[in-house]
């Protein structure tokens, strides 16, 4: 027996099914597994329904009580093929309800990003696996061979898949297997690098994210599914050190939360072809001060501004503050004060309203001659609509029913040609 990460689970066998010839053998691809029985055609097999092949098959000692069973007819009639045993990562089974009537292999994975039409991009999910699936459900994926695929579309996942939320499980279990297959694109949030930190050790031998107090109080829910040093849990860390930074192509950019382009050439030797944390600079993007430590602050967490010298605020935890997240897509020649850009509270922000700008404002702003760029991260209220003509969030964690969000972008349409991303291409899992 290999190990999972092989093409084979198990070597094909030959065996019997009832009187009938066939091999008993194993499919193995991008992280999904099965168990299926070619079986020899005869004219006996012939005059049998699927329901009796079925019944004639669950009888054999190779099908699990319980296991999904899909038959599937070969075009070129040699062989009657029933895939069972459906199994996604670590051994779990799929569940009834996500049988699949019929299935085809060469199409197995036919829904690449670069073909689809319509691209749907989701905000954080943060462990609510109910309200991912409602959504998905809702735009048209489907549940086929354990993962969600539809015709035509591609999901893009802003990140922030862990932490808050019950079902941390359930969520990679879902977004996983779509982005290893095709189905999804993903990037990274701070709350998947944080895990990175937490969970990897530094040359010093100690974690590259302290396991104070604070930290391990905002990582507990994940710890619960996700324990330390556990097989499981280290090869989902690994996983999130795959997930790249930002996109950029199809017409649009995506990063979790401010899209900075001098911090992303400063770091652009640091980072992988395809925009991942190269492996040898991960402890580096954990120490203060570092170049990459900078880049990743701002990029995956957002813009922060120091107010005027000797100005400070109390936040609402009481903790003295003179530094303050903003609105960096704010056009700086619509801001007065740092109470209309503050990401603050507003009780706080009123502290804020006659304190004036300062200094050039460079960090301020997103041109309106580059593509569109989605973000999530800064947990909106309201009703969803763009923050400028070329920015969109799609987390609006902040609604008291604390909607999932997407945006469906049309390939077919490019909305950016004509200035506008419509309000009504948002999407609610509620």
């Not at 829904?111 to 409602?134: M, R």
């Not at 391990?216 to 050190?241: C, M, R």
Request: proline share 4%; hydrophobic share 35%.
């Amino acid at each position: 027996m290999q190990h999972k990460n092989s093409k084979y689970y198990f070597e094909p066998k030959d065996v019997k099914v009832a009187e009938f010839n066939a091999t008993h053998l194993s499919v193995f691809h991008g992280g999904l597994y099965a168990e299926k029985l070619n079986i020899s055609i005869s004219l006996e097999l012939t005059k049998m329904s699927d329901s009796e092949l079925e019944d004639m098959v669950r009888k054999s000692p190779y099908v699990k009580t319980g296991s999904a069973v899909v038959i599937e007819h070969e075009d070129e009639g040699y062989f009657v093929i029933v895939y069972f045993n459906f199994i996604t990562y670590f051994g779990d089974e799929v569940n009834d309800i996500d049988v699949v009537s019929s299935y085809s292999y060469p199409s197995f994975n036919s829904c690449s990003g670069k073909h689809s039409q319509y691209h749907d991009i989701i905000g954080d999910i943060h462990a609510n696996a109910d309200k991912l699936e409602k959504l998905l459900k809702s735009l048209g994926y489907q549940r086929k061979f354990g993962v969600y695929c539809c015709d035509r579309r591609h999901a893009v996942f802003l990140g922030d898949f862990i932490d808050r939320g019950d079902y941390h499980k359930r969520v990679i279990d879902i977004v996983r297997p779509m982005v290893e297959m095709g189905y999804a694109s993903a990037v990274m949030g701070n709350h998947e690098f944080n895990a990175i930190g937490y969970h990897t050790v530094g040359a010093d031998g100690k974690p590259l994210r302290e396991h104070s107090t604070s930290n391990q109080k905002q990582h507990q829910d994940f710890l619960l599914e996700y324990p330390i040093g556990h097989a499981e849990t280290v090869s989902v860390i690994n996983w999130f050190k795959t997930l790249p930074l930002f996109l950029n192509g199809e017409g649009y950019r995506v990063i979790h939360a401010c899209w900075d382009p001098d911090h992303i050439k400063k770091i652009k030797t640091m980072l992988s072809k395809t925009n991942q944390i190269k492996e040898e600079y991960i402890e580096e993007a954990f120490q203060k001060g570092s170049t990459l430590y900078d880049a990743t602050e701002t990029l995956m967490k957002g813009v922060e501004m120091e107010l005027p010298i000797d100005i400070t605020f109390r936040d609402l935890t009481g903790k003295i503050r003179n530094m303050v997240r903003v609105k960096w897509w704010t056009p700086p020649e619509q801001v007065e004060n740092y109470a209309q850009i503050a990401l603050v509270e507003d009780v706080v922000k009123e502290s804020l309203m006659d304190i004036k700008m300062v200094g050039d404002n460079k960090s301020l702003g997103y041109p309106d001659n580059v593509p569109p760029v989605f973000i999530g991260h800064y947990q909106l209220t309201g009703e969803p609509e763009p923050l400028t003509s070329r920015v969109v969030c799609v987390d609006y964690s902040g609604r008291e029913d604390k909607a999932l969000v997407s945006y469906e972008w049309d390939q077919a349409k490019r909305p950016f040609v004509n200035g506008v991303l419509e309000r009504a291409n948002f999407k609610l899992s509620n």
